[in-house]
């Protein structure tokens, strides 16, 4: 399995998973939220052509997971992927393009198996993503507002995980946003602090992860590095627990299964 990330922040967010397979290869976009010229040409910088998707999964409908999707699928003619509940926010119909996810049923997209996980988040009907290879699997959770006990076994299972880490307590309470949207964000249906995300990991994580991604920071309140030492400190791991290491806004960062599995688990990594 290889996961490429194109973007994750509040601004945008993308991400491909490829898979090898006996019946062949297999190429998945989850989310389509930064410019659209930038992801066709991470795509084809990552082997993926025009037309050489072989599925769209959107989590939901919040515009920094779906900004690109219109006029990317006037390049992209593969099958669509939403909960019922994100296809009527998006004004969607099943068709021969949209495909209904389920949430906790697994479908087959080529060599994949994806199960889409339901989250707390304020949006009609937003989910998670566990992608299994048959060897290899990915837990993705970018935007949860609270721990819910559906996302435990899913990133347990997983070799890497990618959860969000939006905010750092203090800079959000320190900031210029407005108290209702301060509150919106710590709810139990905004998004997962730092602390929190830390937390979870600690409880959670199972010995067969051996990387973290930390996943849609805020621009304004959190930095990379505040992220990646307070989920290291959180989980308290020592030099044999798994690589932490937050996601680039604007850049790619990828992750190549067969290399990760090999290498000797060690915490934390150097920022760029």
Known sequence: MRVTSFGSGSSGNALLIQAEGAAGSTSVLIDAGIPVRRLRAGLAAAGVPDDGLDAILVSHEHHDHISALPRLVRY????????????????????????RLVPEYSCRIGTL???????????????????????????????????????RDPIAQAHLVILEA???????????????????????????????????????????????????????????KLAEETVVQRLGSGPSGPRVQPMPRHRPVVWEAASALQRPRQLGFLFP
């Not at 995300?197 to 959190?222: K, M, P, Q, R, Y």
């Open 76 to 99: 992209q003619r593969c099958p669509i992927f939403a909960t019922s509940g994100t296809m009527r926010a998006l004004d969607v119909a099943a068709t021969d393009r949209w495909e």
């Open 113 to 151: 198996t994806i199960t889409p996980i339901a989250v707390p988040h304020d949006a009609a009907e937003p989910v998670g993503f566990l992608v299994d290879d048959g060897t290899v699997r990915t837990a993705i959770f970018t935007d949860l507002g609270s721990t819910a006990s559906l996302v």
């Open 166 to 224: 939006n905010y750092d307590i203090e800079m959000l309470e320190r900031g210029p946003y407005p108290a209702r949207l301060k509150r919106r964000i710590r709810s139990g249906h905004g998004h997962l602090s730092n602390a929190e995300c830390g937390d979870f990991l600690a409880e959670t994580l199972g010995s067969t992860t051996v990387d973290i991604w930390l996943a849609h920071l805020s621009e304004n309140n959190n930095r990379p």
